[in-house]
T-cell receptor, first 112, second 114 residues
Framework: IAGITQAPTSQILAAGRRMTLRCTQDMRHNAMYWYRQDLGLGLRLIHY???????GKGEVPDGYSVSRANTDDFPLTLASAVPSQTSVYFC???????????FGQGTRLTVV | GENVEQHPSTLSVQEGDSAVIKCTYS??????FPWYKQELGKGPQLIIDIRSNVGEKKDQRIAVTLNKTAKHFSLHITETQPEDSAVYFCAASTPGAGSYQLTFGKGTKLSVIP
């Protein structure tokens, strides 16, 4: 089934630990995005990638890094997790023509 | 950067009534305005979108209107059903080099009372 797959579904992480959230899409979309969703704040863009090999900062990039080695994968890394990074993280993708952005099912991350 | 305001934050309607959610945006360069529905435990899913060269778009029970001059757009759901209960997000997008980064409103929790 075509779409976006995120892993893990949920994770409890000790503060200070390193964590990589995985995102894979099979729609051959050029653009991919990472959002975090917090109650009352909606979805906020963390990082984006217009195409393989390029990345850019969104609204809330501090504490996060991304890479885009190929079209399909767009991992998000927390180098040293802090409790304020407790959130639900969504990966999304869209094609360069600006049509629908498809979202994954999300990763619920709790930093304790 | 773009700023999107969404109202109301919560909305309760009787089944069969209409629901209206309103959003305003700040960047006059924005030209794509999607609406997403998010059910509990799931990712947002596009329900309708509109581009800046169109004033209104309909898809069965849902419609979106856009007023570029006033920089606001609205979602209208008619004949609401219990399965319409969800959180709805508006978004605005300013075209960039090869991608359409979405700025979201904070969401509206819609409850349809049977």
């Amino acid at each position: 089934i075509a779409g976006i797959t995120q892993a893990p579904t949920s994770q409890i992480l000790a503060a200070g630990r390193r964590m990589t959230l995985r995102c894979t899409q099979d729609m051959r979309h050029n653009a991919m995005y990472w959002y975090r969703q917090d109650l009352g704040l909606g979805l906020r863009l963390i990082h984006y990638s217009n195409t393989a090999g390029t990345t850019g900062k969104g609204e809330v990039p501090d504490g996060y890094s991304v890479s885009r080695a190929n079209t399909d994968d767009f991992p998000l890394t927390l180098a040293s997790a802090v409790p304020s990074q407790t959130s639900v993280y969504f990966c999304a993708s869209s094609d360069a023509r600006g049509t629908e952005a498809f979202f994954g099912q999300g990763t619920r991350l709790t930093v304790v | 950067g773009e700023n999107v305001e969404q109202h109301p934050s919560t909305l309760s309607v009787q089944e069969g009534d209409s629901a209206v959610i309103k959003c305003t945006y700040s960047d006059s360069a924005s030209n794509y305005f999607p609406w997403y529905k998010q059910e509990l435990g799931k990712g947002p899913q596009l329900i309708i979108d509109i581009r800046s060269n169109v004033g209104e778009k309909k898809d069965q029970r849902i419609a979106v209107t856009l007023n570029k001059t006033a920089k606001h757009f609205s979602l209208h759901i008619t004949e609401t059903q219990p399965e319409d209960s969800a959180v709805y997000f508006c978004a605005a997008s300013t075209p960039g080099a090869g991608s359409y980064q979405l700025t979201f409103g904070k969401g509206t929790k819609l409850s349809v009372i049977p």
